[in-house]
Structure formats: structure tokens, C-alpha cells
């Protein structure tokens, strides 16, 4: 973006804070490469982005993301002396958030001579120092490009009524953002910054060093007491590898969300070994609204959101996709269940569809009538991917006076114009 001298300063991440005469202060932030230019009139598209200035937590401290923000607008409006009250209180909140003490340490510099770049005043670790420049980027970035509240993720296609609370994490973003769920619909609550494996996504065998895609479910909750303090308030495990993982041949295990250790606030973006790291306390928020067995976490590379209307839509074809299923179970016609699955279709059990197929035949051998109502379904369109769907439900059946019920996972995959079952199996 090109601008006449005196036109309106630029907004670049890195700081080039400089303290002039007459001119007040210019507030740029560096082009790192992953982000460019940002005009200071984008501040006004901040504004309507990001939370309020002090949102409080729980605890009643400030919000560290809203204050961070709040310093870069007084920053951009020439105003120093609002932006060190504000980092001198976001230092005492957090006295271990290592990105406030370098940025208060630059404002307290700029009292008295030109800052080049943030942390330039330092003379810490360069290793260091690019790690706060990076963590400062994308927290910046992702505040500025906060999800609309009208727009849901994609991937939540149907929730259980008694999944009140769903997690989406944006790797691209270094974001979790937390959904209520109430009535069939998703409201976007909040969302914090976090930490992914230090070589990235895309997880596939033990020791890589990347977090895993997918959907995953909580599957329990250790308390800080019971886990060294690296992993900090706690740690929430998730079922990595799931059944597409496993299918894929994607090995490793031991994929939390934790926390960090009590000398530090946050991590850099990139630094675990595979976990999705939060601060402590966000997560201990998370722990007063997660639920083990029942809260779904979705990892993607980059969250795509739709409106409700393409989302209603897309409910609806997957739904239809699963009653058309029920239809033809019931209807105890070979064929027609059959054209439901794939030739690469895998059980539970590692069975192929020849193998599978006969074995269902021989559990209904002779059964005149079966009645099946399918209850409690949750679907997710797969993340990253527009041709798979995963689906689970609880079948309730009837046949010969007997009676049977069972969970059931299907992953559904578009073959073609035809949507066929990859993946069945009993959880």
C-alpha cells in the first residue's frame, strides 16, 4: 500500500515505534512475510472485531488479548501515556506473560529514544524474541479477523442435545474457539489463543511433532495434582487416534489440551509436541464447561464458517444421507443395503464389505420384520475435506420380539455424485 508523506501512518507487526517531535508517535507493524500491511484505518474494523478493552475473567482480571489490542490502538492514536498505563496493568495482572513484560519494556524505552523493532531494546535470547514477535502476530491477527457471530463453523453439522458445549481449533488461526449449543442452534462464546505442535498439523506417526485434524470427543480430566507442572492447570485428553485415524494407519497417542508450566504465561504458536497448549487460566475455564465423554473437539488447519443457511442445507442432506440408511436396514433388502457401502469399506473389527455383509446376513437371516429408531445423532462434516461426513447415533431395534440397542460410529465418503459408508462400527 503506497501513501503520500504525512498520509495516514501504517499498522505493521514488529513495531517500528519511533517518538517524533511534532508528529507524535508512529506505530508500525513489520511484514513478517505471513502478514502485510495493515493501514491504521483498518484500527476502525479492529474496533468492531475484537472484545471489549477490559473483559474480565472469572477471576476479575482483565482480559490479556483485549488489553494487547487496547495498547495498539493508543499506540496508533499517538497516545503513549494511555498505552503504558495499559501495559504496566496487564504486567502486574500477569507478571509471567512474557509478550506484556517485552512490550512494556519497549514503551518504557520510547520515554526516551527510537524503538526499531519489538523487543529490539532487548538483549535477550533471538531465538526468544522471534517466538514473542510470532506469538505477538497471531495474537493480533486472529483478534482482527474474530469469527462473525452469525457464521458457524461448517464442520458442526448436528449436535446430541446434551452437547452443550463444542470446541473448534483453528491451526491457522492459533485459536480455540468455544460454541454453546442450546435448542439446535451454535453461539459463538469465546475463544483463546493457543499453542500446536512445533512442526504443525497433520499428525500421522508418533514423535512428529504435529497436531492431529480431525474430530475428536474429551475423554477425560486430569486434575493439576495428578501431572507435573508442565502440563500446568491440568490437561483434557482426546481420543486421537480416532477410527479414520487408525483406518489411515495415523499412529501416537498422549494428545491433550493442557496447560503451561507456572513460570510462564503462554507458549509460542509452534511448540508442543503435538497438544493444543492453553494458558492456565483459560483453561481452567474450559474445565467448568467441558463435559468428558460428550464435548466434540474439532482441529482443523483453517475453521471454515458458513451462513445458517448453507448450514441448515447441509444438515439436511446429511440427515437425509442417514435416513435413507435406516430405510433400507429396515426394509431387509440385501441390495438395497448394500448400495450403502463402499468396496473400501472397513468395520470396526478390521472386516472387509464381503466379510461384513455376510455376517450381517446371517444376523437377520429369517427375520420377518425390523424396526429401527435411530436417536441421540451427532454429525460433523469432516474438517478440511467437502467428502466426508462423520456420523454417530444410538440404534434402537426390534425383531422377533427382541430386542437391541447400540452405538454406532459412520464415516460417510462421497464417491463420485454417491455418498457411501468407508467406516462402520459399535463404540
Not at 470446541?167 to 459463538?188: C, E, I, T, W
Not at 493442557?258 to 504465561?265: A, E, K, N, R
Request: aromatic share 8%; proline share 5%.
Amino acid at each position: 500500500m503506497a501513501h503520500k508523506a504525512g498520509a495516514n501512518r501504517q499498522l505493521m507487526f514488529g513495531f517500528a515505534l519511533t517518538r517524533r517531535t511534532t508528529a507524535g508517535f508512529v506505530v508500525r507493524i513489520l511484514s513478517s512475510g505471513i502478514m502485510g500491511i495493515v493501514a491504521l484505518s483498518a484500527c476502525a474494523s479492529l474496533r468492531a472485531a475484537a472484545p471489549a478493552p477490559l473483559v474480565r475473567s472469572a477471576a476479575g482480571k482483565p482480559d490479556p488479548d483485549a488489553m494487547l489490542i487496547a495498547i495498539y490502538k493508543d499506540l496508533a492514536s499517538n497516545n503513549l501515556r494511555a498505552a503504558q498505563g495499559k501495559a504496566d496493568a496487564l504486567v502486574e495482572a500477569y507478571p509471567n506473560f512474557s509478550l506484556g513484560q517485552l512490550i512494556r519494556g519497549d514503551l518504557l524505552l520510547m520515554h526516551g529514544r527510537p524503538i526499531a523493532g519489538l523487543g529490539s531494546g532487548s538483549n535477550g535470547n533471538a531465538e526468544r524474541l522471534a517466538d514473542l514477535r510470532e506469538e505477538a502476530m497471531v495474537r493480533l491477527k486472529s483478534l482482527r479477523e474474530r469469527p462473525d457471530p452469525d457464521l458457524i463453523p461448517r464442520a458442526f453439522l448436528k449436535l446430541r442435545d446434551d452437547q452443550r458445549i463444542a470446541l473448534v481449533v483453528d491451526a491457522r488461526r492459533s485459536r480455540l474457539y468455544v460454541y454453546q449449543h442450546l435448542h439446535g442452534q451454535l453461539k459463538l462464546l469465546t475463544d483463546y489463543y493457543i499453542t500446536q505442535g512445533k512442526l504443525g498439523i497433520n499428525k500421522i506417526k508418533e514423535g512428529d511433532q504435529k497436531t492431529p485434524i480431525g474430530v475428536y470427543y474429551i475423554t477425560s480430566h486430569l486434575a493439576r495434582s495428578r501431572l507435573p507442572d508442565f502440563y500446568g492447570a491440568g490437561a483434557l485428553p482426546i481420543n486421537y487416534p480416532n477410527e479414520w485415524d487408525r483406518v489411515n494407519g495415523r499412529s501416537g497417542s498422549g494428545i491433550w489440551l493442557h496447560g503451561t508450566p507456572s513460570g510462564s504465561y503462554s507458549r509460542p504458536p509452534l511448540a508442543s509436541d503435538g497438544c493444543v497448549v492453553l494458558t492456565n487460566p483459560d483453561l481452567e475455564k474450559l474445565f467448568a464447561s467441558v463435559e468428558v465423554g460428550r464435548t466434540p473437539v474439532v482441529i482443523a488447519e483453517q475453521v471454515e464458517f458458513v451462513n445458517r443457511k448453507t448450514w441448515a442445507g447441509e444438515r439436511e442432506a446429511a440427515d437425509s444421507l442417514l435416513e435413507a440408511w435406516r430405510h433400507d436396514l429396515e426394509s431387509l433388502n440385501p441390495t438395497r443395503f448394500v448400495n450403502n457401502y463402499s468396496v473400501n469399506f472397513k468395520s470396526g473389527l478390521g472386516e472387509d464389505l464381503s466379510a461384513w455383509i455376510a455376517k450381517h446376513q446371517q444376523a437377520v437371516a429369517g427375520v420377518k420384520a425390523i424396526a429401527i429408531k435411530l436417536q441421540d445423532v451427532t454429525m460433523f462434516a469432516y474438517p478440511g475435506r467437502n467428502d466426508l461426513i462423520v456420523s454417530t447415533f444410538t440404534q434402537e431395534g426390534s425383531f422377533d420380539k427382541r430386542h437391541f440397542q447400540t452405538r454406532t460410529r459412520q464415516y460417510w465418503q462421497k464417491e463420485g455424485k454417491a455418498w457411501k459408508i468407508v467406516y462402520e462400527g459399535n463404540l
